[in-house]
């Protein structure tokens, strides 16, 4: 690989605008290199459970890649798999801890919503005043909810990202590591992620559009229990699903590197080191 004429190294920490024009910037000038890297990750996808681990993998090793863009080493896809395919099912792990922690989260305040609402209900009764303060309290609790739970996805936004770089990292490291990088920096965090899905929005619009023009296509076609209908749309559905994820995925993790970039030069003073090793 190597190395890109168009993109300069960040002098410093980024704003908002900066980390995703960054990330666009990079994605386009090794587009062929990440879509085809991201394709082969969505077809993983298909085969259970190691195959859910070869794509986190994948996506991570993307990160990569895009990092050594922005420190201007670029690595090969070959080193940069040298590092990362070792690491395949603690970033599965990973994944799955996170996934774990957000559930256990989301189950423990539905029981202590359901436990207030019991509480309430027993001291008030069946009456108009009490059903007044059950919506209100219903109301109040799914916005903290929400707010609590944005900010908590927020700290792991990042945790593939470490640990396809940073040496002797485990899935709980990964996980520490993200939550260190990014304190004090959620709000920013969810500017970035905000401004991101707005890029991408068009993408899904337009895929949603083309889904359903072939599920009415199928339907002028065949009848909807023919088993004719059921396997095309099938077939035709996976196989934009796959091209418009792998459109997507090295998007998302070019913006995870260069927010991890821009965090370790805000905290660590990252980009003033390499310039002086330089």
Not at 67 to 93: G, I, K, Q
Not at 108 to 136: D, E, M, R, Y
Not at 156 to 163: A, D, K, R, T
Request: aromatic share 12%.
């Amino acid at each position: 690989m190597s190395k890109n004429p168009s993109f300069s190294q960040p002098a410093g920490p980024l704003s908002v605008g900066n980390v995703v024009s960054a990330a666009l910037r990079i994605y386009r000038d090794r587009f062929k290199l990440y879509y085809g890297l991201a394709f082969t990750a969505y077809l993983w996808i298909l085969v259970p459970i190691y195959g859910w681990a070869k794509f986190s993998a994948i996506s991570a090793l993307i990160s990569r890649l895009v990092f050594s863009e922005l420190l201007e080493r670029p690595e090969t896809v070959n080193d940069a798999r040298r590092h990362v395919n070792p690491r395949m099912w603690r970033f599965f792990w990973a994944g799955i801890l996170v996934s774990l922690i957000l559930s256990g989260i989301a189950l423990a305040a539905s029981i202590g919503f359901g436990l207030l609402v019991v509480v309430v209900g027993a001291i008030l009764g069946q009456n108009p005043t009490a059903i007044i303060i059950v919506s209100l309290l219903t109301v109040i609790a799914v916005i903290v909810f929400l707010v609590v739970y944005i900010r908590l996805i927020s700290r792991w936004f990042i945790v593939e990202v470490p640990l396809a770089i940073e040496n002797n990292m485990t899935a709980n490291s990964a996980i520490n590591r993200s939550w260190q990088l990014t304190e004090g920096f959620v709000g920013r965090l969810q500017w970035i992620v905000f401004v991101s899905f707005l890029i991408t929005l068009p993408i899904s619009i337009v895929v949603q559009i083309l889904t359903t023009m072939i599920q009415l296509l199928l339907g002028a076609l065949f009848s909807a229990d023919s088993p004719i209908f059921g396997v095309l749309y099938l077939v035709l559905f996976l196989a934009l699903t796959i091209a418009s994820g792998a459109l997507l995925i090295p998007f998302w993790q070019a913006v995870k590197a260069v927010i991890y970039y821009d965090l370790r030069s805000r905290r660590e003073g990252l980009g003033l080191n390499l310039r002086d090793n330089n």
